[in-house]
């Protein structure tokens, strides 16, 4: 078979395999092995390749901050940092019309300055915001719609091992990417609230409100968090700022978690096993990702459809802003069935070449910050987005007497609202770009 064919042919086994229950990685590792094997007609030069393809990607010193990252969120989890920070966001806002939803997406926010997983916010967050919702009145679809959605800013406020991974295949500073994510993250994180605002006034019966707090009880509630906002201060800003690289920065909050959860008597010597077990058990997962992934990429390449498929969207005649939408259109409807760290690793290597190549009136390096943090939110979307989001099952399955048609039905105004951040973000790229000034 031709190998453009082949290449081509792939995509729906892929897809096919996935929907059978294949792992993603042992997915793309088998079709990336067959497939360079029908290539180049023999099995020496596929020894060759399974030879030296594990060490070439996991020699890669950067890929480091993934366990250390995945270390942190597990530290994060463990020391009841998710509950304080959120006790201490519904001090200030529970009194209010859809105050405690609000503060469940603030606390979303401030958790995932320490956790880098959107599913990992999603569950932390959902086992203890969720029943402070229901007591708090409100509906089922308004309370899993907002932790479904608040469970995405897990990722998109930074650290985020998703773009870590993208700044490694694009070539791009780590730093400048987390730095590029903020405004966006804090963009969704409000945009969120203002859906919550939105929908209590035009459903008044879906929310009810709780006592306001004292002064005194929400100082209190807020230094109970100083620590949370410190190890994300010295750690992004410390990366930013050059002081220590992201590796170094990773490694330097994860050994601050861990004490905080330490100190905060929530680190046994169980506590930290398991901890320990979890994280190396979500890095060999990704890994396996990261190793499919580059077995499926030199498959491509191999076929050359990367290259051929650049010159035919050459040959169209499509605008810079035509081709973009149509790459971020194939991310939302294809985050609906694949996670977004393999959508990124099989899709940056076609995509990245054909969007470096366009003008959109930026550097370089600014249309590479740019276009991944626009990938970063669609993917993301994809969580939310019935009827297979992610973060949907895992808040559906901690309150199982909520319908699904309900949470699918209170996550649409949240979808409504990424919508609505893609366009302003792709319309204004000085928005993202802008802090990357100072």
């Known amino acids: 078979m031709d190998p453009l064919a082949l290449a081509a042919?792939?995509?729906?086994?892929?897809?096919?395999?996935?929907?059978?229950?294949?792992?993603?990685?042992?997915?793309?590792?088998?079709?990336?092995?067959?497939?360079?094997?029908?290539?180049?007609?023999?099995?020496?030069?596929?020894?060759?390749?399974?030879k030296n393809l594990a060490y070439t990607q996991f020699s890669n010193h950067s890929l480091s901050i993934v366990p250390l990252f995945l270390l942190m969120g597990q530290f994060a989890s463990l020391g009841g940092m998710s509950r304080d920070l959120f006790k201490a966001a519904e001090a200030f806002l529970g009194h209010r019309r859809g105050g405690v939803g609000m503060a469940a997406i603030g606390a979303c926010a401030g958790f995932g300055s320490i956790c880098g997983s959107s599913l990992a916010t999603a569950a932390t967050m959902?086992?203890?915001?969720?029943?402070e919702l229901r007591r708090a009145g409100y509906s089922g679809a308004l309370s899993t719609g907002a932790l479904a959605a608040g469970g995405t800013l897990g990722i998109l406020i930074p650290p985020s091992i998703v773009l870590v991974i993208y700044a490694i295949l694009a070539e791009q500073n780590i730093a400048k990417m987390f730095a590029a994510a903020m405004i966006p993250g804090v963009?969704?994180?409000?945009?969120?609230?203002?859906?919550?605002?939105i929908y209590v006034r035009a459903a008044p019966g879906s929310a009810g409100r709780i006592p306001a707090v004292p002064?005194?009880?929400r100082l209190r509630a807020l230094y109970a968090v100083w620590p949370v906002i410190a190890i994300f201060v010295v750690v992004i800003g410390g990366i930013y700022s050059g002081m220590f690289t992201p590796t170094e920065g990773a490694a330097v909050g994860a050994v601050a978690t861990g004490l905080l959860a330490w100190?905060?008597?929530?680190?046994?010597?169980?506590?930290?096993?398991?901890?320990?077990?979890?994280?190396?058990?979500?890095?060999?997962?990704?890994?396996m990702i990261v190793l499919g992934a580059a077995a499926y990429n030199n498959f491509l390449a191999l076929s050359q459809l990367p290259q051929e498929l650049a010159l035919w969207v050459g040959t169209l005649g499509l605008g810079p802003y035509s081709i973009l939408w149509a790459i971020l259109i194939f991310y939302l409807v294809a985050g609906c069935v694949m996670d977004s760290l393999s959508m990124i690793l099989l899709t940056i290597p076609i995509f990245f070449p054909m969007i470096s190549g366009l003008d959109f009136g930026l550097s370089a390096e600014h249309t590479a910050i740019w276009f991944g943090i626009l990938v970063l939110i669609v993917v993301e979307v994809?969580?939310?987005?019935?009827?297979?989001?992610?973060n949907l099952f895992v808040i559906q399955s901690m309150a199982p007497d909520i319908s699904i048609r309900d949470t699918y039905r209170g996550v649409w105004p949240f979808v409504f609202s990424d919508f609505l951040r893609i366009c302003v973000l792709v319309a204004f790229p000085a928005i993202t770009l802008f802090i990357l000034r100072f």
Do not use: C, D, H
């Open 9 to 50: 042919w792939s995509f729906p086994v892929l897809l096919i395999l996935i929907f059978l229950r294949v792992p993603i990685g042992l997915s793309m590792l088998l079709l990336g092995l067959v497939g360079s094997w029908l290539v180049y007609g023999s099995v020496p030069p596929v020894l060759n390749q399974m």
């Open 187 to 197: 963009l969704a994180a409000l945009g969120y609230m203002a859906v919550i605002a």
């Open 263 to 287: 100190r905060n008597g929530s680190l046994s010597a169980k506590g930290i096993l398991g901890a320990f077990e979890a994280t190396a058990a979500a890095t060999g997962m990704v890994f």
């Open 382 to 390: 994809g969580l939310i987005t019935p009827p297979v989001g992610m």
């Open 126 to 131: 959902g086992q203890v915001a969720l029943p």
């Open 215 to 217: 002064w005194p009880g």
